[in-house]
């Protein structure tokens, strides 16, 4: 049948990025023969000498035994789209400086590998979209002449969860056609048998929504803070009471900077879908945005910070990332550089920002720390200047 015109299983167009290596490892992992097309010649390297390019807890040993058994193989070459029955893309989608998505994001990326697409092939679109795309590209493909199958099965695992949630997750399949959800089912089902299944259009709210839920709870409780901030309550004793032995609100996030990758930006892409009118959309990002600022302005009132140098802990997104993509720790320095003497910063985990300095320096030099990622590392600092801790991750309180 199909498969027999076919020499690999899967390709992952993208698949040198955070979440499609994850995809493309445990694809090979369970058997499939894998490979990658990525435009980017440092990660393809780092791949095919077995090296993660990026920090994902329990993907390293993985990737090592898939490429050293030939499992996985990485190219910038697109010709081995191909090669692949299964073609997945996983390629970037941010919006602009503006915070306008891109819809033509994926079709252009399409379009360039458009050659090496064949009969036969199941095409997974597999990056979170603007809604809309998908019907684009089953244009895109009709307009080739092509028999290929679309489908949309987002990615909806977080960073550093990867391993854990490729396996655990259920997973969303949408295909205008039964054939392409049968195909996309067969794909998945290497991972997990708990799919579920939707339309495309379904589909691409399904992930747009589920990411801006997330943020606009962030946001909620980030505004908790403020409120109770600014009347010199500690938020952190205040949800102590409110989550203690009540399921009803179990979930409320503690403060602390929401930014990164992808919760900024699908929440925006949501908002520009809907004709900028998505008001708590909006509202979510102006406080979530806005952390940073209201921090400095607190420390503003209290202390002469024209005076002080600042030593900011943590530039990664998130706790326990390497990933300082849509960092809000650089949107701080950034407010800090202009108010303060002088701000250090410091990280862990992070190696590809060369300003960062030692721990140990930043805690010797600062007047004032600013924890701004809260690294696990950080739990067990010892140092008697004074420290913002939004997160609570000291234990000591979370007022500024
Ligand atoms: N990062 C996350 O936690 C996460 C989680 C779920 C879904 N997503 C979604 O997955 C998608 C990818 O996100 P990411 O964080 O992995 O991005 P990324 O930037 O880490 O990876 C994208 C990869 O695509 C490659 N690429 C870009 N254009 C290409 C092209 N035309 N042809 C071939 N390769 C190309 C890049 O070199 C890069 O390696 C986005 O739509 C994102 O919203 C991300």
Known sequence: ???????????????????????????????????????????????????????????GPLLQEVISDGRLRAST???????????????????????????????????????????????????????????????LVADLGKDIDVTFCPERIAEGRAMVELYALPQIVASRTQRGQDRAAALFSRLTDNLVFVTPEEAELAKLFTNTWRYIKFATANQFYMMANDRGLDFERIRAAITHDYPRAADMPGAGFAAGPCLFKDTMQLAAFDNNQFALGHAAMLINEGLPLYIVDRLERRLPLAEMTVGILGMAFKGGSDDIRSSLSYKLRRILAFKAREVLTTDPVVTVDPDLLPLQEVLERSDLLVIGAPHEQYRTLRTDKPVVDIWNLLGAGVRV
Do not use: C, W
């Not at 690999?8 to 058997?31: C, M």
């Not at 097309?37 to 993660?52: C, P």
């Not at 360039?112 to 095409?123: K, N, P, T, Y």
């Open 1 to 59: 049948m199909l498969s027999t015109a076919f020499d690999t299983d899967v390709v992952v167009i993208g698949g040198g990025g955070h979440v499609g290596l994850p995809l493309a490892v445990v694809l090979a992992h369970r058997g499939a023969s894998v490979s990658i097309y990525d435009v980017s010649e440092e990660a393809v390297k780092l791949v095919n000498d077995g090296v993660l390019p990026f920090d994902e807890p329990g993907a």
């Open 77 to 139: 070459d697109p010709s081995v789209v191909a090669h692949a029955e299964n073609v997945v893309v996983v390629i970037g989608t941010p919006v602009d400086e503006h915070l306008n998505p891109d819809p033509h994001a994926i079709p252009r990326a399409l379009q360039a590998a458009s050659e090496h697409f064949r009969d036969g092939q199941l095409l997974v679109l597999r990056s979170t979209v603007y809604p809309g795309v998908t019907r684009l590209v089953e244009r």
